[in-house]
């Protein structure tokens, strides 16, 4: 038996949620069985579990769409019982019966090697949220956005993404602009974490000329729509900003302006399909250039039963930093 959060859904589309008790005959026949430890509440669990449809694709669905455990049986021969192991994506939690149990059944090519520089607490600490961070942050780097290009400003600062990336981006000697509609309750915060100017997400949520005054060398943006279109528009000649969210909405009201006059890249980062070498090659880099202590900083421990009350905080943008899952509690 192992324990898990179930989200099901009735005929007429109503949805509930339960702790409950599962039989190992439950779980889909896949080829690697874990043991797992910690989970995280991203966004998309929030909504999976508050609004069901479009996120959960199959019922009954054990949400998290990340884990962290070890493994404790194995027909694939690339994993051994004993192994640590993160997975992040491939649409499990969404499709497939994700990381919020305490046992999970994997697919091989799901997995990802617990750095040794990690717990697996401080990986789920991190969880999608830090690894898409830091692709993001990848992606600026492979643009030639360099700490001497100019200030780089990340949206949704207090967030998941956003507190790591502005983190990471901080130790890497890059001037931060961290935006965010709570400046008055999270100002000390991001500006521990690094953060060398603050801006209230107000100045770019409303609609973007053109052509705007230029601003950043760069950015990362958790939002979308009006704020992704202020952001490149304000964005210096050959600058990039690396777009992975869509927390105002799925819409890019912008023009090409900024992109055949000033040659700015929009990078779209998607951390759902990674090939194993670009997740490894994420993790370590984080394991690198993210401090452990500002990490514990930003994190915050809950067990499965306190899941569904921090997902609808989390929708409503009242989350700072990084939720864990303890799933044994």
Not at 31 to 54: Q, R
Not at 75 to 95: K, L, M, R, Y
Not at 109 to 120: F, I, K, M, Q, V
């Amino acid at each position: 038996m192992f324990r898990a959060l179930l989200l099901s859904q009735d005929d007429d589309g109503t949805l509930s949620h339960s702790i409950t008790e599962l039989d190992d005959a439950d779980l889909p026949d896949r080829p690697v069985m874990v043991d797992v430890d910690y989970s995280t509440l991203n966004y998309k669990d929030g909504l999976a579990i508050v609004n069901g449809a479009p996120i959960v694709r199959t019922w009954p669905m054990v949400p998290g769409i990340d884990l962290a455990g070890t493994v404790a049986s194995s027909d694939d021969p690339a994993w051994s019982t004993g192994d640590g192991v993160i997975v992040n994506g491939w649409d499990v939690g969404e499709s497939y019966w994700g990381g919020m149990a305490t046992k999970a059944a994997m697919d091989g090519g799901w997995l990802t090697p617990l750095p040794d520089a990690y717990t697996s607490h401080q990986a789920m600490a991190l969880g999608t949220a830090g690894y898409t961070a830091m692709l993001c942050v990848l992606a600026l780097e492979e643009h030639d956005i360099a700490p001497d290009s100019g200030p780089v400003v990340v949206t949704g600062a207090a967030g998941g993404v956003g507190s790591v990336a502005v983190a990471v981006l901080a130790k890497l000697g890059y001037e931060v602009i961290a935006s965010s509609g709570r400046i008055e309750t999270e100002g000390d915060y991001l500006r521990e974490l690094g953060a060398s100017e603050l801006i209230h997400r107000d100045e770019l949520s409303g609609p973007a000329r053109p052509l705007g005054k230029t601003r950043f060398a760069g950015g990362i943006d958790t939002v979308g729509s009006h704020t992704l279109a202020n952001i490149v528009s304000q964005t210096q000649p050959h600058g990039c900003v690396a777009a992975c969210g869509l927390a105002q909405g799925m819409d890019f009201p912008s023009s090409v302006a900024p992109f055949i006059l000033r040659a700015v890249t929009l990078a779209g980062v998607n951390c759902v399909y990674e090939p194993a070498e670009r997740r490894a090659q994420a993790w370590n880099r984080l394991a690198q250039d993210l401090d452990t202590a500002k990490l514990d900083a930003m994190t915050d421990t809950i067990g499965l039963s306190d899941v569904p009350a921090a997902a609808a905080q989390i929708l409503a943008g009242e989350i700072r930093g990084r939720v864990v899952i303890d799933v044994n509690r």
